[in-house]
């Protein structure tokens, strides 16, 4: 969503768009609301072909500028065995081959793990997955459920949130939801 975000308004062209979006997003990023995993953050990095220390492109601009805000979990030992089961459930969701991997996966393993947790209230954490990728079509996802064994035809981290109850929307729904206005 961030690439699409990017070249849908252009800093250069929507100043004034980038006064209020870093205002909202950093305003989240301090409370704890929004995150960037490390995968996302290097994911981005790997497809827009940005490199360590670029001061020119955007986006690079934009994501170093906010490097204390990425969540690190390439440890959490929890989380990389739920990546390892969600890779074998759905194995044509993401090219294993790329390097850095896809985040998709890491994402919602990540959300999967910090939904068990309670929060200090006694409430249970929610999350949203904010993605421009659309659902697969004419998947029946309450009756892949039932199914043990792969999942090959689902491959869009859209229709994965689906599967395991994971709220995702698209950049403008969360605009909305938040009550963003431009």
Known sequence: SLIDIFHKHPPDIYPGFWDK?????????????????NYVFEELIRDTGIKKGDTEDPIAVWLYDRKKYIKDISTDISILKQVKEILQKFPQAVDTEKIPEAADPYLIAYVLDQQKQIDISG?????????????????????????SNQ????????????????SSMDYLCLFRTEGWTF
């Open 21 to 37: 979006f870093n205002k909202y997003t950093d305003e989240r990023f301090k409370k704890g609301e929004l995150i960037i995993l």
């Open 123 to 147: 409430f249970k954490k929610t999350f949203v997955i904010v993605t421009e990728e659309m659902r697969n079509k004419n998947i029946d996802i309450e009756k892949l459920k039932s199914r």
């Open 151 to 166: 999942i090959p035809e689902i491959t869009k981290i859209r229709s994965i949130c689906d599967y395991y109850d994971i």
